[in-house]
């Protein structure tokens, strides 16, 4: 059974229950005021003289009937109005006649209340000489009562009828919002779309606030999917990407391993092509390329692993760095990198006193790699690198002249395994380093600023707040 007509059942069973206890008590209350009238009015008559209550002219106008029997002689005195209908009430054994009292007695389908008085004579002893019966037709009370049971019974049974049906119309109307709930949690059970909101413009009730609380917890879960999609869509272009790049050394490996081992095992007998020093030279040439395919394959790896370490929210211990030294110590080994470009250093005093709150070997990691990255990019010109001091922040810049890149690759140059379309293929590399680099700088809570102009260069600059409190030397 549904709610609603669960709360529908509930309800009319309440209303049932108050309409008969309603209509019972309006019953009782015009029964006892019908019947306690006439019953009053028998008392007050039979209070008189006994035979002048059965000969009082006044009962034919009050509609009462009178009788008394005397047990001894037999002798029945009726009243008038009782003798003009041939009327005679059943008399009570006297061994039975105990005081006074009422009895209900129909004559000829008629129903009368009777009083009953039992009389009492002195020299008669304890048994009452004669009974006096004082009586009144209540056909029309009777009719009166009935009507009103009828009309209260069914007057309930309307009542009930009507309050069922416009309680299960309110029940519906009030429920039909749930209904709308109720689709959407089957829309997000089957994965349909979850940018639909239940449209509700009722009251702020319960149900107004249940939907709203709905809506949200929809607004969440579309957010929430929205952010796993792209989650998976990276991981897959991740795994994708990093399958590609280990492919490419595995595959030089694996040729000069073959191409080593069908040298080496040449049967004693069988003579080679080629002669000793020219085999010599083949292997080493192969060695040399396996070991520049495994080293390549071993930072490919250590830089996996920086992300992975950074997917797992790991995090690393900072002290206070003093950032001259650093800088000094950074571009003296800059200078023996592989390059093209020229090397400028400018000047690194601005630093002088100057603090960062971070880990100095990955801050010299981060400069390393938009260092390399620069000489990569710089086949010929000059690569720079200075520092600014700009309120609270510190930045490190980097400069090169050399091919740059178009303003709308920006977004993307700190994506996993991305590099510009015009290098893929041409200039060494995976793809990890910016990703790396950006991933140290908000570890530091610093940001990066990147102005590129294709042909022209690119500049990074390396914002870190500055720790104002210099450590104790």
């Known amino acids: 059974m549904s709610i609603k007509l669960r709360l529908t059942a509930w ?30 009015r028998l008392r007050e ?66 129903h009368f209340l009777i009083f009953q008085k039992a009389v009492n004579v002195e020299g008669f002893g304890k048994n009452p000489a004669a009974v006096l019966q004082m009586a009144a037709y209540t056909g029309e009370q009777d009719k009166l009562l009935e009507r009103l049971k009828t009309i209260l019974i069914a007057g309930s049974f309307a009542t009930l009828i ?24 089957e829309g997000i059970q089957t994965g349909n779309d979850l940018s639909v909101r239940i449209e509700y413009d009722g009251p702020p009730d319960e149900i107004g606030r249940l939907i709203r609380t709905v809506n949200s917890m929809i607004g969440r879960m579309e957010g929430f999917y929205k952010n796993l999609e792209q989650s998976y869509a990276a991981q897959r272009r991740f795994v994708s990407d990093a399958s590609h790049e280990l492919r490419t050394p595995l595959t030089t490996i694996r040729g000069n391993i073959d191409l080593l081992q069908k040298v080496w095992e040449l049967e004693p007998g069988e003579k080679p092509a080629m002669d000793e020093a020219t085999i010599r ?28 370490r950074a997917d797992t929210g790991r995090t690393f211990e900072k002290e206070p760095v003093a950032l001259e030294p650093m800088m000094v110590e950074v571009a003296r080994r800059a200078a023996f990198l592989p390059r093209e470009a020229e090397w400028v250093v400018g000047d690194l005093s601005v630093l002088n006193g100057k603090y960062v709150l971070g880990n100095k070997d990955y801050l010299q990691q981060m400069l390393f790699i938009f260092i390399d990255n620069a000489f990569k990019y710089t086949p010929s010109g000059e690569v720079s690198f200075d520092a600014v001091v700009y309120q609270s922040q510190v930045g490190l810049r980097v400069r090169d002249t050399g091919i ?20 893929r293929g041409i200039t060494e590399g995976i793809g990890l380093g910016l990703s790396i680099a950006k991933w140290i700088i908000d570890e530091h809570g610093g940001s990066v600023e990147v102005v590129t102009r294709q042909g022209e260069g690119t500049t990074f600059i390396i914002w870190l707040p500055l720790l104002f409190a210099a450590p104790l030397e």
């Open 11 to 40: 309800y009319s069973g309440i209303l049932a229950v108050m309409l008969l206890a309603f209509s019972a008590a309006i019953y009782g209350f015009f029964y006892i005021n019908t019947y306690g009238d006439i019953k009053d």
């Open 45 to 110: 008559q039979a209070k008189g003289e006994s035979l002048d209550v059965v000969f009082d002219n006044r009962l034919e106008a009050q509609n009462l009937y009178g009788q008394m029997y005397f047990y001894d002689s037999g002798k029945l005195i009726q009243s008038l109005t009782l003798t003009n209908i041939s009327l005679r009430f059943d008399v009570p054994p006297r061994e039975s006649l105990k005081g006074d009292g009422f009895k209900d007695a129909y004559y000829k389908g008629y």
């Open 162 to 185: 009507a309050a069922f049906t416009f309680g299960l119309f309110l029940a519906r109307k009030a429920m039909s919002p749930i209904g709308k709930v109720i689709e959407a949690a």
């Open 281 to 308: 030279q083949m292997s080493v040439e192969s060695v040399r390329d396996i070991a520049d395919e495994a080293k390549r394959m071993s930072r490919l790896v250590g830089d996996m692993l920086s992300l992975a």
């Open 404 to 423: 740059g890149m178009e303003k709308d690759e920006v977004p993307y140059i700190f994506d996993r395994f991305y590099r510009a379309d015009e290098s």
